[in-house]
């Protein structure tokens, strides 16, 4: 199954080749073209054939939060940094995994109460009693990934490590497989490093050079426990973006997605957060600016080990996409 492949693959920011391999191989029947950029985008090209066709980018970004060395100590204990968001207390007591395959155990040189979001306090512990003995699997710049095994839970909700943003990944994979004549040009884009910048989308965006983008991600849940607040619930569809911290999405893109939802008996919900962003901002702010917007999934426990998406809202995600980039676009401005 794609979707777990790609869950359990590396893909820590910057260093997303294992993921790109993966998607490039699934999807390579299915393109007109296929180009990987400098960065490391994957760059997925079919031809539109409609008489008054746009040029639409989607963008889901393959990386994922992770950790890099910073130092090796005497007694074998290895320093990190972050590479992306990771919540201290999330990440304390995790395991997680280097790209050669070593496993260890994330804790701390003082008391948890006392860790705030320090991740100086941090290291990781691979079993071993000496720096000698580390560096013979470990070395500094190396990078790690939590620990998350994919799993089916109850009434259509999957956990697994790296949902943000493999199951943008799978909806654009899944999106590419159903369309066969699509009306506008659509550019498929697997973007690198959205986790510490948006990275990706902004050179490919300046590629593309496009009349529309659409940020295919996860967004946060707001019915269960947390510090956030909003209307987001898991199971009850497709989440269209309106706005985060960083875009306000076109309304006119907007309310086709709402028409298209509508038109097509696509169950959806209005994404409203103040916390957090997509690349629609990197597309959005490029070429002297792109009509943007976001099509997610709405996720309970992300940027952690193991977060939770609901099937039935990925289905209704990759329906949206399927329909929306196979309208005809008439901009008033």
């Not at 390579?28 to 073209?33: E, L, T, V």
């Not at 946060?220 to 569809?237: F, I, M, Q, T």
Request: proline share 2%; charged share 30%.
């Amino acid at each position: 199954m794609i979707l777990k492949e790609i869950t359990q693959a590396f893909g820590v920011s910057g260093y997303e080749r294992e993921v790109r391999d993966i998607i490039k191989e699934e999807i390579k029947d299915y393109a007109d073209d296929i180009l990987v950029d400098a960065l490391g985008n994957l760059i997925v090209y079919r031809k539109g054939s409609g008489a008054n066709k746009k040029k639409i980018m989607l963008a889901a970004h393959m990386d994922e939060i992770g950790i890099q060395v910073t130092k090796v100590e005497d007694n074998g204990m290895i320093k990190v940094k972050s590479l992306g968001f990771l919540w201290i207390p999330t990440t304390y007591m995790s395991r997680v995994k280097f790209r050669n395959g070593t496993i260890g155990i994330v804790s701390s040189t003082v008391k948890v109460e006392d860790l705030k979001n320090d991740f100086t306090k941090l290291y990781i512990d691979i079993g071993v009693k000496s720096k000698e003995e580390a560096l013979k699997h470990v070395k500094v710049g190396d990078v790690a990934s939590y620990i998350g095994e994919y799993a089916e839970l109850k009434d259509n909700n999957i956990t697994a490590k790296a949902l943000d943003n493999r199951i943008g990944c799978y909806m654009l994979i899944e999106a590419l497989k159903k369309i066969d004549n699509p009306y506008n040009d659509t550019y498929f884009v697997f973007t690198v490093q959205e986790e510490v910048g948006c990275r990706g989308a902004i050179v490919a965006s300046e590629r593309i050079k496009p009349d529309l983008g659409i940020a295919v991600d996860i967004t946060p849940a707001h019915d269960y426990p947390c510090d956030l607040e909003g209307s987001n619930k898991v199971g009850e569809g497709t989440a269209i973006k309106v706005s985060d911290t960083s875009v306000i999405c076109d309304e006119y893109l907007v309310g086709e997605m709402v028409k298209c939802c509508e038109e097509n008996n696509i169950k959806y919900q209005m994404d409203v957060i103040y916390v957090g962003g997509t690349d629609a901002s990197s597309i959005n702010r490029s070429n002297f600016g792109v009509r943007a917007g976001g099509i997610s999934v709405v996720t309970r426990y992300p940027h952690g080990p193991n977060a939770i998406v609901n099937m039935k809202d990925v289905e209704a995600s990759i329906e949206l996409l399927t329909k929306y980039i196979d309208r005809e676009f008439n901009f008033e401005y």
